[in-house]
């Protein structure tokens, strides 16, 4: 879970915890490649907009080094198609969330990976 504000990075880690998921976080795109270099992550979910590097330098980043790695983007910016296809990410969740869309987008972009 990569994103610069603590509470939706503990809502997320909370959430997807008591779902029985393990949960690392990141606040910053740099941050989080440096945690993925030390374990291979199942699934990135990160917002666009952070500092340091953001969720655009991120998505570019992990493509190059684990193109297969899926990503879901949390952001409150409404993306059009293009912009969403442009990420190649594999969901959109969007800001401010519910509980029921963060389970749902996360079970089945894992399916679909698995």
């Known amino acids: 879970m990569v994103d610069d504000e603590p509470q939706v990075r503990a809502t997320v880690r909370e959430a997807l915890a008591y779902e029985g998921y393990d949960v690392s976080e990141a ?4 941050d989080a490649l440096a945690s ?3 374990s291979l992550p199942d699934l990135v979910i990160f917002d666009l ?11 570019k980043k992990l493509r190059e080094a684990h193109p297969g790695l899926p990503v879901i983007v949390l952001s409150a910016l409404e993306l059009d198609p293009a ?32």
Do not use: C
Not at 27 to 30: H, L, Q, S, W
Not at 49 to 58: K, N, R, S
């Open 27 to 30: 606040e910053n795109g740099a």
């Open 36 to 38: 993925i270099a030390l």
């Open 49 to 59: 907009w952070m500092p340091v590097m953001d969720g655009w330098q991120l998505r």
């Open 83 to 114: 912009k969403l296809l442009a990420l190649a990410a594999d969901a959109l969740i969007e800001k401010p969330f519910d509980l029921d869309t963060l389970y749902k987008t996360v079970s089945e972009v894992l399916a679909r990976h698995a």
